[in-house]
Structures are given as structure tokens and as C-alpha cells.
């Protein structure tokens, strides 16, 4: 089979959040690079997940100039509450040192995607087949067939794996060389895209289990209610997802189509070190983050700056120094906020629901709560890592 070859300096494997913000941040330094997603445009940005930008990625946006890619169909004034036991607590969102935004990820994706190709960016949809070569050795090869069924080959420097948990760069890395640390929680979510707004916005804690309504739009909302691990969207009928939301939060909701309806189970897991050869792992496939925590996106725009800084050193300075220290860097920061996703993951569950950990647990879990609202500098931290500035 004839197979044609490129060169460019970096291949980014994945156009997700990660693999997207990066190959604007190295167009806009103009160092090459050539950016492979297996799936179709359509299916990338149409695939409805969670977003949030916190103040760090709102602030590296607009660093790199790259501002224009949060307009669109974001919903940064949308109101939000908090309830326990059917009660809505007091809860001041105003913060003018933190700026955040609702942003759905697939708003987010199709953004970088249109600033990205504008620009003159190389992006390969439907790529199949990718096989990464020699990420040892001085010129790594990434092999794929396109969207025709051609063979193709590119040469580079540098392979960034960011193609998500069950991606082929992490499993392109032998199991010997990593460490794999997890977590998994005794229950799970189910999870449910509805056309709907999200009225109320916002989190229950009840005796039920925990509830959610995150706007997703201006026109749809995904809900998630706190389930059994052994659960299925079948046990799950549209009336019961409803009338539970409704008792969870204790008030009228807005029900209206369900337009998807999964199971969530939910982990932790961080894979040491972030990279092999010149092969190197952003976003979710180095790492995963319970959805209660709402740092997914936060980690791989971290990742991503931390990596997009060392290879301009890299390419303009001739200095691998940041690249050689990237798993370094990043690791910290990552268990800083798994430290956070696994609290407040077991406080908000464990403060409603006593099936798991029983009512010593929820009343420990309601303290740590309340302390969230009667304690300033408990309050500050909880900001601070809300908004990806801790």
C-alpha cells in the first residue's frame, strides 16, 4: 500500500479541549503542528459534555489572545443555588476577583476549532488507525490512514497524547513505565441531556441522594441524580427522573424531552509520570477527575500551558529543560486538586445519602459544609479552588 509522509515539528493526537487550546497556543508562536482526531467534525462537536472555564482558564484565554474563543453560546450570568433538605441556602455568587463561565464543552471545542482552521491550523478528522512509533527515539512517526483510507505518515519532534482516557497514546506507553493511582467512589450518577433551561440551576443535597441542574445552553440542561453502581438508565423511566429531581431540590422543576440518559460511574485516577520518550500526556489521559468537582477542563488547560511554554523554550531557545521537568510541574497541581475533587465528591454525597457511610459520616460531612458558609477562610480556600487560582 502506498503511504504518504509529512513532517511537522509536533503532532497532537485528540481535538478535544487539550489538544485544540494547544495547537492554537504553538500556531500563534508559529511552530508547526498537525492535529489527528478519529472522530468526524459533526461527532466532536456535537458530543454534549460538562463545562466549566474557571477564573485560570477565563485569565489564560485571554493571555494568549485568545478571548474570542469564550463568546458564543456561554451563560456567564447564570444564577445558581444550593439546597439541603428542600431548603435553599444562602449562597452570595458575586466575586470580583474570581470570573468564571458556563460553557458547555462541545461550545468550547467548536470555538477553538473555528480559531484553530481560520489561522491556517492542519486538523485531520476521521484519522484512523493511529499507531505511534519510535517515541523514543529522536524522530518519532505517527501512522494513520485518512478519512479517504490513504496511509499516511508523519515525522516530528514531539507527539502530544491528549485523546482522553481510553485514547492509543497512553496505551501506546508500556504498562511497566507508569504507575497508575485510583479511586473508585461507592456510587454513581445518572446522567440525562434534557431540552429544557436549567430551572432551578444549581445542587441538592437530600436524604434521596444528590441532585443537579447545570445549564447547557440557554435551551437544555443536564441533570445528574446520585444512583446505586449497579444501576441502569432502564430502572431510571423519565416520570422517576423527574419526580426525584423534583424532591431532591425540594421545589417545582422545569421538565420537559430527555434527550439522553446514561450511567456516570465516578473515579479518580492519576497515571505517573505524564510522559515517555518524546510522547507526552495532557488532559484526560493523564489523569480523571470525579464530574462533582468540576476541574476536567481546568487540568488539561493547565496541562497545556505548562506544556505549550516548554516546547516554544524547546523550539525558539533550544532549551528541553521544561519539557524534561513537565511531569514535574504538572503532578503537583493535579494532586492538589484531587485532593479537592475527592472532598468535595464525599462531602456532597455522603451529606444527603447515609447507605454508604452511615450518619456519623453525613453528620461529619454537614459540618464541613457548614463551615463552608460560617467560616471566612474556609470560605476563601473553597473560592480559591473553585475558581483554579489555589
Not at 463545562?51 to 478571548?67: C, N
Not at 474570581?98 to 482552521?117: A, G, I, K, M, W
Not at 514531539?158 to 456510587?187: K, M, N, Q
Request: charged share 25%.
Amino acid at each position: 500500500m502506498t503511504e504518504t509522509s509529512a513532517q511537522t515539528t509536533v503532532v497532537i493526537v485528540g481535538a478535544g479541549v487539550a489538544g485544540l487550546t494547544l495547537g492554537n497556543f504553538l500556531l500563534r508562536n508559529d511552530i508547526d503542528c498537525v492535529v489527528l482526531e478519529k472522530h468526524p467534525r459533526a461527532y466532536v462537536e456535537g458530543r454534549q459534555r460538562a463545562g466549566t472555564i474557571d477564573s485560570f482558564g477565563v485569565r489564560m484565554f485571554r493571555e494568549w489572545g485568545l478571548e474570542e474563543v469564550l463568546e458564543g453560546d456561554p451563560i456567564p450570568d447564570s444564577e445558581g443555588g444550593f439546597y439541603i433538605d428542600g431548603e435553599a441556602m444562602p449562597l452570595d455568587m458575586e466575586d470580583d476577583d474570581h470570573e468564571s463561565l458556563y460553557c458547555p464543552q462541545q461550545v468550547l471545542v467548536r470555538n477553538l476549532t473555528d480559531v484553530f482552521l481560520r489561522e491556517g491550523g492542519d486538523l485531520r478528522y476521521q484519522a484512523a488507525d493511529v499507531s505511534l512509533e519510535d517515541i523514543t527515539g529522536e524522530r518519532p512517526r505517527v501512522r494513520f490512514r485518512d478519512a479517504d483510507g490513504t496511509a499516511q505518515a508523519i515525522d516530528c519532534d514531539i507527539v502530544a497524547g491528549c485523546d482522553g482516557f481510553h485514547g492509543v497514546s497512553r496505551r501506546t506507553i508500556p504498562a511497566s513505565a507508569l504507575t497508575e493511582y485510583a479511586h473508585e467512589y461507592p456510587y454513581s450518577w445518572l446522567s440525562v441531556l434534557a431540552a429544557v433551561p436549567a430551572k432551578p440551576s444549581g445542587m441538592a443535597i437530600h436524604s434521596l441522594g444528590l441532585a443537579g441542574m447545570i445549564p447547557r445552553g440557554p435551551h437544555a440542561s443536564r441533570i445528574y441524580l446520585q444512583c446505586r453502581v449497579d444501576d441502569t438508565p432502564e430502572q431510571w423511566p423519565d416520570e422517576r427522573v423527574w419526580s426525584e429531581l423534583e424532591a431532591r431540590f425540594g421545589t417545582a422543576v422545569s421538565a420537559g424531552e430527555i434527550i439522553d440518559k446514561r450511567m456516570v460511574p465516578l473515579r479518580s485516577v492519576v497515571f505517573d509520570p505524564m510522559s515517555y520518550g518524546k510522547l507526552y500526556l495532557l488532559g484526560d489521559a493523564a489523569h480523571i477527575v470525579p464530574p462533582m468537582s468540576a476541574k476536567g477542563i481546568h487540568l488539561a488547560l493547565h496541562d497545556t500551558e505548562v506544556f505549550a511554554r516548554a516546547v516554544i523554550r524547546q523550539v525558539k531557545e533550544g532549551d528541553p529543560s521544561l519539557l524534561g521537568s513537565y511531569s514535574e510541574t504538572c503532578l503537583p497541581h493535579i494532586w492538589n486538586y484531587q485532593a479537592f475533587a475527592t472532598w468535595i465528591t464525599d462531602v456532597m454525597h455522603n451529606a444527603g445519602f447515609t447507605g454508604y457511610e452511615g450518619e456519623f459520616r453525613k453528620q461529619i460531612a454537614r459540618a464541613e459544609l457548614q463551615r463552608q458558609f460560617a467560616s471566612e477562610a474556609a470560605n476563601k480556600l473553597f473560592s480559591e479552588l473553585m475558581a483554579g487560582t489555589n
